[in-house]
């Protein structure tokens, strides 16, 4: 394969080969990343902050659960204390904005995360505005999707804002190039095309968001130099609807059935095997963008603990 066409493998980590496709690795933006945070946990440190990041669970699902202890785990390794609310599935929905109040109001919380899905009774948009703005470390209240969108980002949502680091650490070239995301999404879709619009770094892409109602996404498709695919639709994109040397970003993660221990697998949106034929850059599922998620929740967390406490963090 040759060089992307819109920058990436030029000497981007761990390619030695300039004609090989660029695996974008995840696990290692993410391992820098999260340095980076134990880095600034040490600052609040000095200042007598801890930082705090509160989950709530309020369902049954096993996915969500493993995903919240998955949180907890990424913040004691940077030494963020976390503190777990569980709330029954069928408990009435006051119960969950009262959890909301509190943690707002407590001192030692920075960082409020309410796993989603929320059960049906529960209304999802009166859940995300309850969270105090300051403490939205998901970046999902309208203050600061509005913020986002007017160049002005407090915290940016944790997958795009990963996405956005992985083009980043790889030189891929936003710039003026030809962005698709497939997928509008108030978690990734929007807040992604959101933030390769901007005039910042980063950003400047030409970005055209597609979804289920697009017509002709495969013209759209073959003319991207990025894709960022985010439809939750198991490896719909493949190697020929590709332009040659893209930079990809899977971001889907979908689970199918295979014959392994657990009875399945996890694959992305993207046919990894044919787009790497393709692409100048891809991203795998796993260890592309999920850990990236992850990290950046962390990152999100001990920024705002330096907002509330009024610590200089010097963080995007
Ligand atoms: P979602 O279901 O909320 O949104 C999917 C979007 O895809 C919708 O906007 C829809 O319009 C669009 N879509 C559906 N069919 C389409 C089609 N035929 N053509 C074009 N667009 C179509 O999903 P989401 O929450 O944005 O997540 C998307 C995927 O990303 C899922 O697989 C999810 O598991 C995964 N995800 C991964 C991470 C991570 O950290 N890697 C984080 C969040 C979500």
């Known amino acids: 394969m040759t060089e992307s066409a819109n920058g990436a493998g030029g000497d981007a980590p761990g390619d030695d080969d300039p004609d090989a496709t660029t ?4 696990e290692s933006v993410a391992a ?5 945070v134990a880095a600034h946990v040490e600052t609040l440190a000095d200042a007598g902050v801890t930082p705090g990041l509160a989950t709530v669970l309020m369902s049954d699902d096993p996915a969500s659960e493993t995903y919240v202890s998955m949180k907890q785990r990424d913040c004691e390794e940077v030494g963020i204390e976390s503190v ?3 709330i029954d599935a069928d408990a009435p ?3 969950l904005y009262e959890t909301i109040d509190d943690l707002n109001d407590r ?11 929320v059960p049906d009774h529960v209304d999802k948009r009166s859940v995300l505005r309850r969270i105090a703005p300051e403490k939205d470390v998901d970046g999902f209240h309208p203050e600061n999707v509005g913020r986002l969108v007017a160049g ?3 915290f940016k949502p944790c997958t795009p804002h990963g996405v956005q680091k992985l083009l980043a650490a790889y030189d891929v070239e936003t710039e003026g ?11 990734v879709g929007k807040p992604m095309a959101n933030l390769l619009i901007q005039k910042s770094p980063v950003g400047n892409a030409t970005t055209t968001v597609c979804h289920s109602r697009t017509e002709d996404l495969e013209g759209k498709l073959a003319a991207a130099d990025i894709v960022i695919a985010a439809a939750g639709m198991s490896e719909f994109v493949d190697g020929s609807m590709l332009k040659p040397g893209a930079t ?3 971001v889907g993660i979908n689970r199918v059935e295979a014959e392994t221990e657990k009875g399945y697998e996890l694959v992305g949106d993207v046919d990894y095997e044919s787009a790497t034929e393709v692409a100048g850059a891809i991203t795998p599922v796993p260890g592309g963008v999920g850990p990236m998620t992850r990290a950046m929740l962390l990152h999100n967390t001990v920024k705002a603990a330096g907002i509330q406490s009024d610590v200089a963090i010097d963080l995007d």
């Open 23 to 26: 695996i974008i690795d995840g």
């Open 32 to 36: 820098d990343v999260r340095a980076d």
């Open 84 to 86: 777990h609310v569980e």
């Open 93 to 95: 929905a006051d119960e």
């Open 107 to 117: 001192d030692d919380v920075h960082g409020i995360l309410v796993q989603l899905p």
């Open 152 to 154: 002005d980002a407090r």
């Open 177 to 187: 190039a030809d962005a698709v995301v497939v997928g509008r999404s108030d978690i």
């Open 248 to 250: 990809v970003i899977d």
